[in-house]
């Protein structure tokens, strides 16, 4: 039986990042539904949700106020009822030590926003047809930083 969507969640409090996310969803040819939240707490609150519907890939910006999104991987990685949510850190930041700290926290893959709507669609195409089960068994730094 193949599901009807991927199921997709962004936690970015920045309001134009959140529209061009859904706008590249829109216009991408994959069959997905995507819900946005303004920040880790509101995010959290959803994901503890008793009936919440889990995502199976959940984009998460670092700088964020009231959690931000180290903060939530920290505690999406301590629960086992998200074991199954792929996690792609998605932050205008670069910097090693950020990519570090996400890897060895546990998240899937890390992505530096792209400038580029194009290249944005691009690359919100490759993460969401990626085999999750297949890419993390082999997790390394080299494939954990996706590069456009």
Not at 40 to 47: I, V
């Amino acid at each position: 039986m193949t599901k009807e969507y991927t199921y997709i969640v962004l936690a970015d409090d920045d309001a134009d990042d959140r529209l061009f996310f859904t706008d590249a969803f829109d216009e991408l040819k994959i069959n997905t539904k995507v819900q946005t939240f303004n920040d880790g707490a509101e995010l959290m609150d959803y994901l503890n949700g008793e009936n919440s519907q889990l995502p199976e890939i959940l984009f998460l910006d670092l700088n964020m106020p009231k959690k931000n999104g180290i903060e939530c991987l920290h505690e999406i990685k301590a629960n086992p009822r998200f074991e199954n949510i792929a996690v792609a850190i998605y932050s205008t930041s670069s910097s090693e030590e950020h990519i570090e700290e996400t890897f060895v926290s546990g998240a899937n893959i890390y992505i530096k926003k792209p400038n580029d709507f194009n290249t944005l669609k691009k690359v919100l195409s490759d993460v969401v047809t990626i085999n999750w089960q297949y890419h993390t068994s082999g997790m390394n730094k080299d494939n954990f930083l996706l590069r456009f």
